[in-house]
């Protein structure tokens, strides 16, 4: 088994070996995995936080020793809280960081960085303030980003910058935590969860006081939750059907 760390700012994970394959999430920054299958030019890896799958280029990751990706597993982790920050290497050449990156891997990598960071496990009461760093963030299906990020990119990366594991699609998100009967017995921070006409948990978002929703569907944006689904206070229409409410925290 090899293994490797994320040694660039956002390096896209494809369902396939190739460029123009489509986009199922990103690897940011310091973020490490195992490598599963390697090609030529193209490497298959299994992300340690989520253990998601995707294709990688070989040349947008540096591969370390297994007792080093063993050593970084059992460390907490330690992520960018600044929107756009760098980190420098042994050249002084500077590297661009996005919120949410891990910096672990610092020493590893020989970067230094004096930006601010988190290690901490917040209380829940923190994730709507977090959730707001990504309002207004466009829309991008695999995204993880606050230039980029799709629903479920966007509930994860909440949670994990408040120390709170989520997997990484709606789908594999909706199977954790407990699920609740009513709206009325939710709490901001909650997972709402919504589905399709055949039933497949498709979208995902997070609740605030008040009947209100925070969620990524053209960009990050609030609208209104009731018992229907979500009601987009721009277009005046239900637009998501609700599914089943989950607390996780």
């Not at 990688?56 to 370390?64: F, G, H, V």
């Not at 207004?136 to 990020?149: A, D, E, M, Q, V």
């Not at 407990?178 to 039933?199: K, M, R, Y």
Request: hydrophobic residues 35%.
């Amino acid at each position: 088994m090899q293994y490797g760390i994320c040694n660039l700012s956002i390096v896209p994970l494809r369902f396939e070996a190739s460029d123009k394959s489509e986009l199922v999430s990103q690897v940011l920054y310091g973020e490490w995995f195992k490598v599963i299958e390697k090609r030529k030019n193209w490497s298959k890896i299994r992300l340690a936080f989520d253990k998601y799958e995707g294709w990688i280029d070989n040349k947008q990751y540096l591969e370390i020793e297994a007792e080093t990706y063993q050593d970084l597993n059992s460390e907490t982790p330690k992520l960018s809280l600044d929107l756009v920050e760098f980190v420098q290497d042994k050249n002084e050449q500077l590297y661009p960081i996005q919120l949410g990156s891990t910096l672990n891997g610092l020493q590893l990598l020989e970067h230094t960085f004096d930006g601010n960071f988190t290690d901490t496990v917040f209380d829940k009461s923190n994730l709507i303030q977090t959730a707001f760093l990504y309002l207004n963030s466009p829309y991008l299906w695999g995204g993880k980003t606050p230039f980029g990020i799709d629903c479920s990119g966007f509930t994860q990366m909440v949670y994990k910058l408040n120390g709170y594991k989520l997997l990484r699609d709606a789908s594999q998100q909706a199977t954790q935590g407990e699920a609740l009967s009513f709206i009325e017995e939710s709490e901001p921070g909650d997972l709402a969860f919504f589905d399709n006409a055949d039933g497949d948990i498709i979208h995902v978002g997070i609740i605030m006081k008040d009947n209100y929703i925070i969620h990524a569907h053209g960009k990050v944006r609030i609208d209104r939750l009731d018992h229907s689904g979500i009601y987009n206070v721009d277009k005046k229409t239900h637009t998501h059907k609700l599914r089943v409410i989950k607390k996780v925290v």
